[in-house]
Nanobody
């Protein structure tokens, strides 16, 4: 089992920045990838960014150039730095961890961007 605790969400004005954190604990001996997803009301959950075990990253088209995913292996934590936020970035953001034989999700953290 893997437990994920997210933090860093909140209310910010358009153009502002936020940094999300997701700390993993439990059976995290071999992480395939960690990532951030988001879901706005009425929409499907979409991938925002992922970081693979080797360190390579991939971003959704809507956030490229504005968001940066990173991780601290010593702290078993993945971060999402969000800059130039837009009202359409408003959503619940979820952390995801994929390990051999399992997929785990955090409880979600709300990000609200006001215009």
């Amino acid at each position: 089992q893997v437990q994920l605790v997210e933090s860093g969400g909140g209310l910010v004005q358009a153009g502002g920045s936020l940094r999300l954190s997701c700390k993993a604990s439990g059976s995290i001996f071999s992480i395939i990838y960690m990532g951030w997803y988001r879901q706005a009301p009425g929409n499907e959950r979409e991938r925002v960014a992922i970081i693979l075990s080797g360190g390579s990253t991939d971003y959704g088209d809507s956030v490229k150039g504005r968001f940066t995913i990173s991780r601290d292996n010593a702290k078993s934590t993945v971060y999402l730095q969000m800059n130039s936020l837009k009202p359409e970035d408003t959503a619940v953001y979820y952390c995801k961890v994929v390990v051999p034989g399992g997929v785990f999700w955090g409880q979600g953290t709300q990000v609200t961007v006001s215009s």
